[in-house]
């Protein structure tokens, strides 16, 4: 039988090697720049609000409708409860698709098409231009016309689907990494 001051011992030994090995690595990682995930060095403003405008915005208003509502739900939008803070506005010039011909078959009829959305971030500090400057931003898909009318028009929009995510996700990269640094 072994005493139990020994039990004690051993049992405060390891544990204090293992506590002492996991504080060394969680202050190496985070040392060497690793982040653990959903940890946020700094917070991102709180965009009161998305405005969607420009040419793109007007000739087709429900793909206009989308990229505010994907842009609101990816930078959480207006989920704040602090109304000491200023009021930012993202306003998003959106430009009219491109589509352009890729392909065409030997009877001259067009087969392949690249849609291309162009969009130029601006953010707002209480209506006034901030100071940083966004790039213009592209997302593009490519589809394919068939013989039918309908499922042109269905390829069409997923193809604008496509590029509306594409554009999305390198805009809420481009809108949070100008914060981090």
């Not at 793909?63 to 009021?87: M, W």
């Not at 940083?132 to 997923?158: C, D, H, K, M, V």
């Given at each position: 039988m072994i005493p139990l001051t020994n039990m004690c011992s051993t049992f405060h030994t390891r544990f204090t090697n293992q506590t002492w090995f996991a504080l060394c690595l969680i202050f190496l990682l985070t040392g060497c720049g690793y982040r653990f995930p959903g940890e946020n060095p700094k917070t991102l403003p709180f965009i009161r609000s998305v405005q969607v405008v420009g040419d793109g915005a007007q000739r087709l208003p429900v793909?206009?409708?989308?990229?505010?509502?994907?842009?609101?739900?990816?930078?959480?939008?207006?989920?704040?409860?602090?109304?000491?803070?200023?009021?930012i506005r993202l306003k998003l010039l959106l430009d009219s698709p491109q589509q352009t011909l890729l392909v065409q078959?030997?009877?001259?009829?067009?087969?392949?098409?690249?849609?291309?959305?162009?969009?130029?971030?601006?953010?707002?500090?209480?209506?006034?231009?901030?100071?940083?400057?966004?790039?213009?931003?592209?997302?593009?898909?490519?589809?394919?016309?068939?013989?039918?009318?309908?499922?042109?028009?269905?390829?069409?929009?997923?193809?604008?689907?496509e590029a509306l995510d594409q554009l999305v996700s390198a805009l809420v990269v481009l809108v949070r990494d100008s914060y981090s640094e």
């Open positions: 793909l206009a409708r989308h990229l505010q509502t994907k842009i609101e739900r990816q930078l959480s939008v207006g989920q704040s409860d602090s109304a000491q803070q200023k009021s078959t030997q009877k001259g009829r067009a087969a392949q098409y690249r849609i291309i959305l162009t969009v130029k971030p601006t953010l707002f500090i209480e209506e006034t231009p901030s100071d940083i400057q966004f790039p213009s931003i592209q997302g593009s898909a490519t589809f394919y016309e068939l013989a039918s009318g309908t499922t042109n028009q269905a390829a069409r929009q997923e193809a604008q689907s």
